[in-house]
């Protein structure tokens, strides 16, 4: 089992910046791909970038450009940091863990094992 803590959440103004961190628990970790999520209320969890264990990244769209997504092994430690935050950026943001080590890097919610409780980022204009 595997469990993953989300930190580094919170207010900031439009234009602004946050790192948000998820800790993980387990030995395995680096063989993981993991995820970034974000829900807001009436909208389905929305995929946001994923990191393979290789490294290689992969953005949404709509923060291609403004999120970075890295990871330190050592630590188990997955980053996501955030530039340019917008109003709709505003969302309870989760980490999520696969643990199968495919070619594929799952763009949906159903492609990942374990998951944090969330962090909340607001975003205010």
């Known amino acids: 089992q595997v469990q993953l803590v989300e930190s580094g959440g919170g207010l900031v103004q439009t234009g602004g910046s946050l790192r948000l961190s998820c800790a993980a628990s387990?030995?395995?970790?680096?063989?993981?791909?993991m995820g970034w999520f974000r829900h807001t209320p009436g909208k389905e969890r929305e995929f946001v970038g994923a990191?393979?264990?290789?490294?290689?990244?992969y953005y949404a769209d709509s923060v291609k450009g403004r999120f970075t997504i890295s990871r330190d092994n050592a630590k188990s430690t997955v980053y996501l940091q955030m530039h340019s935050l917008k109003p709709e950026d505003t969302a309870v943001f989760y980490c999520?863990?696969?643990?199968?080590?495919?070619?594929?890097?799952?763009?949906?919610?159903?492609?990942?094992?374990?998951w944090g409780q969330g962090t909340q980022v607001t975003v205010s204009s």
């Open positions: 999520a863990a696969d643990k199968d080590r495919t070619s594929v890097v799952h763009t949906t919610p159903s492609g990942y094992d374990y």
């Open positions: 990191i393979r264990w290789s490294g290689v990244t």
């Open positions: 387990g030995r395995t970790f680096s063989s993981y791909t």
